[in-house]
């Protein structure tokens, strides 16, 4: 299992089966397939954790992975659709296996926003694999994109060869802050 979850306590969080992550890390064969990770849950339950520890692995074992902020790759791709090269923009990260993209439900329901992140996953669709984290499950995901087709086609795209975890429980954070305050 990757070190950083050597440190994570998964008593605290219902829904994510240790075993899973750690053969999600060992057996990487999703990755060839351009198999996805999905992760859902409420703010604080180790979404980004596990992801980023699924990534670490992965490295270990000299795979290309690069972990972004959803806000951050949406702002970068769209700055390259502004300049005519959201194509190329795509190619460069074809040299990752995996893109970890946290925090998608963040993402603001603009056109622009929307229709790149779009482009994206539907760019990576079979070829590279993806781990999303979000703290909107995905009939909440009207919310994220401001056509409903698009929605259901992103959807679509994402689940395929898809491991789907949703993560339940309290804020990890909060429950820490609490016990600070007895």
């Given at each position: 299992?990757?070190k950083?979850?050597?440190?994570?306590?998964?008593?605290?969080?219902?829904?994510?089966?240790?075993?899973?992550?750690?053969?999600?890390?060992?057996?990487?064969?999703?990755?060839?397939?351009g198999?996805?990770?999905l992760?859902?849950g409420?703010?604080?339950?180790?979404?980004?954790?596990?992801?980023?520890?699924?990534?670490?692995?992965?490295?270990?074992?000299?795979?290309?992975?690069?972990?972004?902020?959803?806000?951050?790759?949406?702002?970068?791709?769209?700055?390259?659709?502004?300049?005519?090269?959201?194509?190329?923009?795509?190619?460069?990260?074809?040299?990752?296996?995996l893109?970890?993209?946290?925090?998608?439900g963040?993402?603001?329901k603009?056109?622009?926003?929307?229709?790149?992140?779009?482009?994206?996953?539907?760019?990576?669709?079979?070829?590279?694999?993806?781990?999303?984290?979000?703290?909107?499950?995905?009939?909440?995901?009207?919310?994220?994109?401001?056509?409903?087709?698009?929605?259901?086609?992103?959807?679509?795209?994402?689940?395929?060869?898809?491991?789907?975890?949703?993560?339940?429980?309290?804020?990890?954070?909060?429950?820490t802050?609490?016990?600070?305050?007895?």
């Open positions: 299992m990757g950083n979850l050597s440190n994570f306590d998964f008593s605290l969080v219902e829904g994510v089966n240790k075993h899973l992550i750690a053969e999600l890390i060992n057996q990487p064969s999703w990755l060839k397939l198999g996805n990770i992760l859902f409420a703010s604080g339950l180790g979404k980004t954790h596990i992801a980023s520890s699924i990534g670490y692995g992965l490295i270990e074992q000299g795979h290309k992975v690069k972990f972004i902020a959803a806000s951050a790759i949406v702002q970068q791709l769209q700055q390259a659709k502004q300049h005519l090269r959201l194509q190329d923009e795509l190619l460069k990260l074809d040299k990752y296996s893109l970890i993209v946290d925090d998608v963040y993402v603001r603009t056109e622009q926003e929307t229709s790149v992140l779009f482009e994206l996953i539907a760019h990576r669709y079979e070829r590279h694999s993806m781990i999303i984290t979000s703290n909107k499950s995905f009939d909440q995901w009207d919310e994220l994109f401001d056509d409903s087709t698009m929605t259901i086609a992103a959807i679509d795209r994402l689940v395929h060869h898809a491991t789907i975890i949703h993560c339940e429980g309290e804020s990890y954070r909060r429950k802050a609490l016990s600070k305050g007895d």
